[in-house]
Protein backbone atom coordinates (compact mmCIF):
# COMPACT_ATOMS: atom_id res chain seq x y z
CA UNK A 1 0.00 0.00 0.00
CA UNK A 2 1.03 3.48 -0.69
CA UNK A 3 1.10 5.95 2.06
CA UNK A 4 -1.84 8.68 1.45
CA UNK A 5 0.15 12.21 0.27
CA UNK A 6 -1.57 15.03 1.18
CA UNK A 7 0.21 18.53 -0.27
CA UNK A 8 -1.32 21.63 1.47
CA UNK A 9 -0.85 25.67 1.00
CA UNK A 10 -0.41 25.20 -2.25
CA UNK A 11 -1.62 27.69 -5.08
CA UNK A 12 -3.75 24.62 -7.26
CA UNK A 13 -3.41 25.58 -11.19
CA UNK A 14 -6.19 22.77 -13.05
CA UNK A 15 -6.31 23.72 -17.01
CA UNK A 16 -9.26 21.38 -16.94
CA UNK A 17 -11.51 23.04 -14.58
CA UNK A 18 -9.90 26.75 -14.79
CA UNK A 19 -8.87 26.06 -11.39
CA UNK A 20 -6.31 29.09 -9.59
CA UNK A 21 -6.77 28.89 -6.30
CA UNK A 22 -5.17 28.60 -2.27
CA UNK A 23 -5.65 24.64 -1.15
CA UNK A 24 -5.10 21.37 -0.68
CA UNK A 25 -5.19 17.94 -2.10
CA UNK A 26 -4.58 14.60 -0.95
CA UNK A 27 -3.65 11.68 -3.02
CA UNK A 28 -4.50 7.82 -1.90
CA UNK A 29 -3.68 4.61 -3.00
CA UNK A 30 -2.27 6.57 -6.29
CA UNK A 31 -5.69 8.71 -6.94
CA UNK A 32 -6.50 11.89 -5.91
CA UNK A 33 -9.54 11.69 -3.00
CA UNK A 34 -10.13 15.11 -2.41
CA UNK A 35 -9.11 18.73 -3.38
CA UNK A 36 -10.07 21.54 -1.15
CA UNK A 37 -9.83 25.06 -2.14
CA UNK A 38 -9.48 27.71 0.62
CA UNK A 39 -10.14 25.16 3.09
CA UNK A 40 -9.57 22.27 5.37
CA UNK A 41 -8.76 18.96 4.45
CA UNK A 42 -9.16 15.41 6.60
CA UNK A 43 -5.04 13.89 7.14
CA UNK A 44 -5.39 10.04 7.38
CA UNK A 45 -2.89 9.32 10.61
CA UNK A 46 -0.29 7.84 7.92
CA UNK A 47 -0.70 10.47 5.48
CA UNK A 48 2.83 12.03 4.53
CA UNK A 49 2.04 16.18 4.65
CA UNK A 50 3.59 18.10 2.20
CA UNK A 51 3.86 21.96 2.77
CA UNK A 52 3.58 23.52 -1.02
CA UNK A 53 5.17 27.12 0.79
CA UNK A 54 2.54 28.77 -1.70
CA UNK A 55 4.62 26.91 -4.86
CA UNK A 56 2.21 25.84 -7.44
CA UNK A 57 0.75 22.50 -7.70
CA UNK A 58 -0.64 21.66 -11.22
CA UNK A 59 -1.46 18.29 -13.09
CA UNK A 60 1.83 16.12 -14.33
CA UNK A 61 2.90 17.48 -17.74
CA UNK A 62 1.83 15.30 -20.74
CA UNK A 63 4.41 15.37 -23.69
CA UNK A 64 2.76 13.97 -26.81
CA UNK A 65 6.20 12.90 -28.78
CA UNK A 66 9.45 11.77 -27.24
CA UNK A 67 11.96 9.92 -28.92
CA UNK A 68 13.89 7.36 -27.01
CA UNK A 69 16.39 4.54 -28.00
CA UNK A 70 15.08 1.92 -26.34
CA UNK A 71 14.86 -0.73 -27.92
CA UNK A 72 18.01 -0.84 -30.28
CA UNK A 73 19.52 2.36 -29.68
CA UNK A 74 20.06 2.26 -26.02
CA UNK A 75 23.45 4.44 -26.32
CA UNK A 76 21.39 7.19 -27.03
CA UNK A 77 18.18 6.59 -24.24
CA UNK A 78 16.92 3.94 -22.82
CA UNK A 79 13.22 3.63 -20.75
CA UNK A 80 14.85 4.24 -17.78
CA UNK A 81 16.92 7.67 -18.81
CA UNK A 82 13.89 9.17 -20.51
CA UNK A 83 11.89 8.39 -17.21
CA UNK A 84 14.66 10.32 -15.44
CA UNK A 85 14.79 13.44 -17.47
CA UNK A 86 11.16 13.19 -17.35
CA UNK A 87 10.53 13.61 -13.79
CA UNK A 88 13.06 16.18 -13.71
CA UNK A 89 11.44 18.31 -16.42
CA UNK A 90 7.74 17.49 -14.49
CA UNK A 91 6.58 15.38 -17.36
CA UNK A 92 4.49 12.28 -15.74
CA UNK A 93 3.59 11.02 -18.93
CA UNK A 94 5.32 10.83 -22.46
CA UNK A 95 3.78 9.19 -25.82
CA UNK A 96 6.91 7.08 -26.90
CA UNK A 97 7.31 7.33 -30.91
CA UNK A 98 7.95 4.02 -32.81
CA UNK A 99 10.75 5.01 -34.60
CA UNK A 100 12.67 1.80 -32.36
CA UNK A 101 14.33 -0.76 -34.05
CA UNK A 102 12.61 -2.71 -34.26
CA UNK A 103 9.75 -0.37 -35.05
CA UNK A 104 6.46 -0.11 -32.82
CA UNK A 105 4.38 -2.26 -35.67
CA UNK A 106 3.25 -5.33 -33.94
CA UNK A 107 1.18 -6.17 -30.45
CA UNK A 108 3.80 -7.94 -29.20
CA UNK A 109 5.93 -4.99 -28.96
CA UNK A 110 3.70 -2.73 -27.30
CA UNK A 111 3.19 -5.16 -24.71
CA UNK A 112 7.01 -5.40 -24.18
CA UNK A 113 7.36 -1.81 -23.95
CA UNK A 114 4.67 -1.62 -21.15
CA UNK A 115 5.96 -3.95 -19.40
CA UNK A 116 9.20 -2.63 -19.60
CA UNK A 117 8.45 0.52 -18.98
CA UNK A 118 6.79 -0.34 -15.53
CA UNK A 119 9.82 -1.91 -14.29
CA UNK A 120 12.42 0.84 -15.25
CA UNK A 121 11.04 3.87 -16.04
CA UNK A 122 9.60 6.72 -13.38
CA UNK A 123 6.72 8.12 -15.47
CA UNK A 124 4.27 6.78 -17.34
CA UNK A 125 5.16 5.44 -21.10
CA UNK A 126 2.49 5.67 -23.19
CA UNK A 127 3.54 3.67 -26.56
CA UNK A 128 2.10 4.55 -29.92
CA UNK A 129 1.84 2.42 -32.76
CA UNK A 130 2.93 2.64 -35.67
CA UNK A 131 0.46 2.92 -38.96
CA UNK A 132 2.92 1.38 -41.23
CA UNK A 133 4.85 -1.20 -40.90
CA UNK A 134 8.94 -0.93 -40.67
CA UNK A 135 7.12 3.04 -41.07
CA UNK A 136 8.33 2.36 -44.73
CA UNK A 137 4.57 4.33 -45.57
CA UNK A 138 3.44 1.35 -48.17
CA UNK A 139 1.31 -1.33 -45.86
CA UNK A 140 -0.70 -0.90 -43.03
CA UNK A 141 -0.16 -2.28 -39.60
CA UNK A 142 -3.03 -4.27 -37.50
CA UNK A 143 -4.81 -1.45 -35.45
CA UNK A 144 -6.86 -3.84 -33.44
CA UNK A 145 -3.84 -5.98 -32.01
CA UNK A 146 -1.79 -2.71 -31.31
CA UNK A 147 -4.90 -0.93 -29.66
CA UNK A 148 -5.46 -4.12 -27.49
CA UNK A 149 -1.88 -4.29 -26.22
CA UNK A 150 -2.15 -0.55 -25.02
CA UNK A 151 -1.18 1.66 -28.20
CA UNK A 152 -2.33 4.99 -27.13
CA UNK A 153 -2.63 6.60 -30.58
CA UNK A 154 -1.20 5.58 -33.70
CA UNK A 155 1.74 7.22 -35.93
CA UNK A 156 4.47 6.68 -38.30
CA UNK A 157 6.92 9.30 -35.49
CA UNK A 158 9.04 11.53 -38.28
CA UNK A 159 7.96 9.51 -41.01
CA UNK A 160 5.55 11.10 -43.17
CA UNK A 161 3.12 9.57 -45.26
CA UNK A 162 3.23 10.69 -48.87
CA UNK A 163 0.02 8.43 -50.53
CA UNK A 164 -3.63 10.13 -49.98
CA UNK A 165 -5.38 6.91 -51.06
CA UNK A 166 -3.18 4.69 -48.51
CA UNK A 167 -3.67 7.83 -45.92
CA UNK A 168 -7.71 7.65 -46.22
CA UNK A 169 -7.85 3.99 -45.92
CA UNK A 170 -5.70 4.20 -42.57
CA UNK A 171 -8.33 7.12 -40.86
CA UNK A 172 -11.48 4.74 -41.79
CA UNK A 173 -9.69 2.20 -40.19
CA UNK A 174 -8.95 3.82 -37.24
CA UNK A 175 -12.14 6.03 -37.01
CA UNK A 176 -13.92 2.25 -36.39
CA UNK A 177 -11.37 1.51 -33.51
CA UNK A 178 -11.59 4.99 -32.33
CA UNK A 179 -8.11 5.61 -32.16
CA UNK A 180 -6.30 8.96 -32.45
CA UNK A 181 -4.43 9.47 -35.75
CA UNK A 182 -1.23 11.61 -34.90
CA UNK A 183 0.75 12.25 -38.36
CA UNK A 184 4.01 14.63 -39.11
CA UNK A 185 2.97 16.21 -41.99
CA UNK A 186 5.94 16.77 -44.88
CA UNK A 187 6.14 16.68 -48.42
CA UNK A 188 8.85 14.15 -49.35
CA UNK A 189 9.34 16.25 -53.40
CA UNK A 190 9.12 19.65 -51.48
CA UNK A 191 11.40 19.14 -48.66
CA UNK A 192 13.48 17.40 -50.76
CA UNK A 193 17.76 17.93 -49.94
CA UNK A 194 16.94 21.38 -47.59
CA UNK A 195 17.81 21.52 -44.19
CA UNK A 196 16.46 24.57 -42.96
CA UNK A 197 13.63 27.24 -43.28
CA UNK A 198 13.57 28.53 -46.75
CA UNK A 199 14.30 32.27 -47.02
CA UNK A 200 17.18 34.96 -46.89
CA UNK A 201 18.69 33.66 -43.85
CA UNK A 202 19.14 29.89 -45.63
CA UNK A 203 20.79 31.83 -48.12
CA UNK A 204 23.25 33.32 -46.73
CA UNK A 205 24.22 30.52 -44.44
CA UNK A 206 24.52 28.94 -48.11
CA UNK A 207 22.06 25.79 -47.13
CA UNK A 208 18.75 24.26 -48.99
CA UNK A 209 16.10 25.55 -47.43
CA UNK A 210 12.45 23.90 -46.62
CA UNK A 211 9.71 25.88 -47.96
CA UNK A 212 6.72 26.19 -45.54
CA UNK A 213 4.40 24.50 -48.52
CA UNK A 214 6.41 21.44 -47.92
CA UNK A 215 4.17 21.66 -44.53
CA UNK A 216 0.69 23.46 -45.70
CA UNK A 217 0.00 21.35 -48.82
CA UNK A 218 0.25 17.62 -46.90
CA UNK A 219 -1.71 19.31 -43.90
CA UNK A 220 -4.31 20.79 -46.32
CA UNK A 221 -4.76 17.54 -47.58
CA UNK A 222 -4.80 15.80 -44.42
CA UNK A 223 -7.73 18.07 -43.08
CA UNK A 224 -10.06 17.25 -45.98
CA UNK A 225 -8.92 13.55 -45.64
CA UNK A 226 -10.08 14.19 -41.87
CA UNK A 227 -13.64 15.12 -42.44
CA UNK A 228 -14.12 12.72 -45.22
CA UNK A 229 -13.47 10.19 -42.71
CA UNK A 230 -14.80 10.94 -39.91
CA UNK A 231 -11.20 9.92 -37.77
CA UNK A 232 -9.73 12.09 -34.68
CA UNK A 233 -7.21 14.14 -36.61
CA UNK A 234 -4.08 15.27 -34.79
CA UNK A 235 -1.21 17.32 -36.73
CA UNK A 236 1.76 16.07 -34.90
CA UNK A 237 3.79 19.54 -35.45
CA UNK A 238 3.26 23.18 -37.13
CA UNK A 239 5.40 25.44 -37.90
CA UNK A 240 4.54 28.45 -40.01
CA UNK A 241 1.23 30.82 -40.40
CA UNK A 242 -0.28 29.20 -43.09
CA UNK A 243 -0.85 25.84 -41.02
CA UNK A 244 -2.32 27.97 -38.23
CA UNK A 245 -4.85 29.07 -40.65
CA UNK A 246 -5.79 26.18 -42.30
CA UNK A 247 -6.07 24.48 -38.81
CA UNK A 248 -8.33 27.57 -37.73
CA UNK A 249 -10.42 27.30 -40.84
CA UNK A 250 -10.93 23.15 -40.17
CA UNK A 251 -11.33 23.49 -36.52
CA UNK A 252 -14.52 25.54 -37.45
CA UNK A 253 -16.06 22.89 -39.39
CA UNK A 254 -14.81 19.71 -37.78
CA UNK A 255 -13.93 19.45 -34.21
CA UNK A 256 -12.18 16.24 -34.39
CA UNK A 257 -8.98 18.13 -35.66
CA UNK A 258 -6.08 19.27 -33.49
CA UNK A 259 -2.64 20.68 -33.50
CA UNK A 260 0.38 19.80 -31.68
CA UNK A 261 3.25 22.43 -31.91
CA UNK A 262 7.35 21.51 -30.59
CA UNK A 263 8.71 23.80 -27.69
CA UNK A 264 11.87 24.84 -29.98
CA UNK A 265 9.24 26.60 -32.85
CA UNK A 266 7.18 28.22 -29.64
CA UNK A 267 10.40 29.57 -28.24
CA UNK A 268 13.46 29.62 -30.80
CA UNK A 269 13.48 30.83 -34.60
CA UNK A 270 15.80 30.55 -37.91
CA UNK A 271 18.44 33.11 -36.11
CA UNK A 272 19.20 30.77 -33.55
CA UNK A 273 20.89 28.15 -35.87
CA UNK A 274 23.69 30.88 -35.64
CA UNK A 275 26.67 29.89 -37.37
CA UNK A 276 25.72 26.14 -38.45
CA UNK A 277 24.69 25.48 -35.31
CA UNK A 278 23.65 21.56 -35.42
CA UNK A 279 22.23 21.06 -32.20
CA UNK A 280 19.04 23.55 -33.92
CA UNK A 281 18.89 21.23 -36.50
CA UNK A 282 15.60 20.00 -36.07
CA UNK A 283 12.54 18.63 -38.10
CA UNK A 284 10.17 20.50 -38.49
CA UNK A 285 12.80 23.14 -38.80
CA UNK A 286 13.04 26.53 -37.15
CA UNK A 287 10.58 29.27 -39.21
CA UNK A 288 10.70 32.87 -38.79
CA UNK A 289 10.40 35.34 -36.11
CA UNK A 290 6.93 36.28 -38.02
CA UNK A 291 6.48 32.40 -38.10
CA UNK A 292 7.14 31.82 -34.34
CA UNK A 293 4.48 35.06 -33.51
CA UNK A 294 1.84 33.47 -35.66
CA UNK A 295 2.44 29.97 -33.60
CA UNK A 296 2.47 32.36 -30.51
CA UNK A 297 -1.43 34.08 -31.38
CA UNK A 298 -2.13 30.24 -32.55
CA UNK A 299 -1.63 28.83 -28.91
CA UNK A 300 -3.51 31.74 -27.54
CA UNK A 301 -6.38 31.64 -29.42
CA UNK A 302 -6.79 27.73 -29.08
CA UNK A 303 -5.86 27.08 -32.78
CA UNK A 304 -2.59 24.70 -31.63
CA UNK A 305 -4.02 22.44 -28.89
CA UNK A 306 -0.66 21.05 -27.62
CA UNK A 307 2.81 22.21 -26.92
CA UNK A 308 5.19 18.44 -26.42
CA UNK A 309 9.12 18.53 -25.90
CA UNK A 310 9.71 16.53 -29.59
CA UNK A 311 12.56 14.78 -27.19
CA UNK A 312 15.06 13.34 -30.04
CA UNK A 313 18.20 11.89 -28.56
CA UNK A 314 21.15 11.86 -30.85
CA UNK A 315 24.67 10.93 -29.97
CA UNK A 316 27.71 13.40 -30.77
CA UNK A 317 28.66 10.99 -33.61
CA UNK A 318 25.87 12.20 -35.74
CA UNK A 319 25.53 15.81 -34.63
CA UNK A 320 29.32 17.13 -34.70
CA UNK A 321 28.87 16.77 -38.57
CA UNK A 322 28.73 19.69 -41.17
CA UNK A 323 25.14 21.28 -40.90
CA UNK A 324 23.45 19.46 -43.88
CA UNK A 325 25.20 16.23 -43.13
CA UNK A 326 24.34 16.42 -39.10
CA UNK A 327 20.96 14.81 -38.01
CA UNK A 328 17.77 16.34 -37.15
CA UNK A 329 16.74 16.32 -33.18
CA UNK A 330 17.18 17.79 -29.74
CA UNK A 331 16.29 16.30 -26.90
CA UNK A 332 13.96 18.79 -24.47
CA UNK A 333 12.02 16.83 -21.65
CA UNK A 334 14.06 18.34 -18.95
CA UNK A 335 13.43 22.08 -20.28
CA UNK A 336 9.50 21.49 -21.80
CA UNK A 337 7.97 23.55 -18.84
CA UNK A 338 10.81 26.15 -18.43
CA UNK A 339 10.87 27.19 -22.16
CA UNK A 340 7.04 27.11 -22.49
CA UNK A 341 7.17 29.80 -19.29
CA UNK A 342 9.04 32.04 -21.42
CA UNK A 343 5.93 32.58 -23.11
CA UNK A 344 4.41 33.47 -19.64
CA UNK A 345 6.73 35.55 -18.41
CA UNK A 346 6.89 37.47 -21.47
CA UNK A 347 3.22 38.55 -21.28
CA UNK A 348 2.70 36.85 -24.77
CA UNK A 349 0.35 34.15 -23.12
CA UNK A 350 -1.21 33.37 -19.68
CA UNK A 351 0.01 30.52 -17.77
CA UNK A 352 -3.21 28.40 -17.31
CA UNK A 353 -2.94 28.32 -21.47
CA UNK A 354 0.32 27.20 -21.43
CA UNK A 355 -0.91 24.02 -18.77
CA UNK A 356 -3.45 23.49 -20.33
CA UNK A 357 -1.59 22.50 -23.47
CA UNK A 358 0.35 20.51 -21.79
CA UNK A 359 -2.20 18.50 -19.61
CA UNK A 360 -5.71 18.50 -20.19
CA UNK A 361 -5.47 18.94 -24.08
CA UNK A 362 -3.33 15.99 -24.55
CA UNK A 363 -5.59 13.93 -22.42
CA UNK A 364 -8.24 14.72 -24.32
CA UNK A 365 -6.81 14.08 -27.29
CA UNK A 366 -5.50 10.63 -26.22
CA UNK A 367 -8.52 9.77 -23.84
CA UNK A 368 -6.89 9.59 -20.68
CA UNK A 369 -8.07 10.01 -17.06
CA UNK A 370 -5.33 12.31 -16.12
CA UNK A 371 -4.35 15.90 -16.65
CA UNK A 372 -6.37 17.47 -13.81
CA UNK A 373 -6.45 17.88 -10.57
CA UNK A 374 -10.33 16.55 -9.80
CA UNK A 375 -11.77 13.54 -7.74
CA UNK A 376 -10.80 10.28 -8.96
CA UNK A 377 -7.95 11.42 -11.35
CA UNK A 378 -4.63 10.07 -11.51
CA UNK A 379 -2.36 11.42 -8.63
CA UNK A 380 0.44 12.53 -11.23
CA UNK A 381 1.48 15.91 -9.96
CA UNK A 382 4.06 18.34 -10.18
CA UNK A 383 5.04 21.33 -7.97
CA UNK A 384 6.53 24.04 -9.36
CA UNK A 385 8.42 27.82 -8.37
CA UNK A 386 6.94 30.05 -11.33
CA UNK A 387 9.79 32.44 -11.07
CA UNK A 388 13.23 30.35 -9.95
CA UNK A 389 15.94 31.18 -11.99
CA UNK A 390 18.50 28.71 -13.30
CA UNK A 391 20.83 27.93 -16.18
CA UNK A 392 20.80 24.90 -18.58
CA UNK A 393 23.88 22.96 -18.52
CA UNK A 394 25.23 20.02 -20.09
CA UNK A 395 26.93 18.37 -16.95
CA UNK A 396 23.62 18.34 -15.16
CA UNK A 397 21.23 16.72 -18.23
CA UNK A 398 19.36 13.56 -17.22
CA UNK A 399 19.42 12.63 -20.71
CA UNK A 400 21.95 10.10 -22.01
CA UNK A 401 22.35 12.40 -25.14
CA UNK A 402 23.53 15.95 -24.90
CA UNK A 403 21.47 17.66 -27.97
CA UNK A 404 19.62 20.57 -26.13
CA UNK A 405 18.68 23.52 -28.35
CA UNK A 406 18.65 24.93 -24.78
CA UNK A 407 22.63 24.95 -23.95
CA UNK A 408 23.70 27.55 -21.45
CA UNK A 409 20.15 29.19 -21.90
CA UNK A 410 18.82 31.16 -19.22
CA UNK A 411 15.42 29.91 -17.49
CA UNK A 412 12.66 31.03 -15.45
CA UNK A 413 10.72 28.32 -13.67
CA UNK A 414 11.79 24.79 -11.82
CA UNK A 415 9.99 21.64 -10.92
CA UNK A 416 10.54 21.58 -7.45
CA UNK A 417 8.57 17.98 -6.78
CA UNK A 418 7.01 15.59 -9.36
CA UNK A 419 4.90 12.88 -8.01
CA UNK A 420 3.25 9.57 -10.00
CA UNK A 421 0.73 7.56 -8.95
CA UNK A 422 1.18 9.49 -5.61
CA UNK A 423 4.78 8.71 -5.00
CA UNK A 424 7.25 11.69 -5.11
CA UNK A 425 9.50 10.35 -8.33
CA UNK A 426 12.21 13.33 -8.17
CA UNK A 427 12.44 16.29 -5.69
CA UNK A 428 14.87 19.15 -6.81
CA UNK A 429 17.63 19.80 -4.68
CA UNK A 430 19.84 22.82 -4.77
Known amino acids: MIRPLLIENARILDPASG?????????????????????????????????????ILAPGLIDMRVFTGEPGKEYRETLQSAGDAAAAGGVTSFVMMPDTAPVVDDG???????????????VNVLPAGAITKGLAGLEMTEFGLLQEAGAVCLTDGRHSIQSASLLRTVMSYAANYGMTVVHHVSD??????????????????????????????????????????GTRYHAAQISCAGSVELMAAAKKRNKAVTAGISINNLALNENDIGRYRTFFKLSTPLRSED???????????????????????????????PFAEASDGAIGLETLLAAALRLVHSGDVDLLTVLRAMTSR???????????????????????????PWQVSEREIRSRSRNTSFEG????????????GGQTVHTHED
Do not use: C, W
Request: charged share 25%; hydrophobic share 45%.
Open 362 to 388: PAEILGLPSGRIAKGAPGDLILFDLDY
Open 188 to 229: HSLTGEGVMNEGLFATILGLKGIPREAETIPLARDLQLAALT
Open 19 to 55: TDARGAVLVENGLITEVALNGPVGVPDDAEVINAGGL
Open 291 to 321: DRQAMIEGLRNGTIDTIHSDHDPQDTEVKRQ
Open 409 to 420: ARLAGKVMRTIV
Open 108 to 122: ALVDFLIRRAKATSK
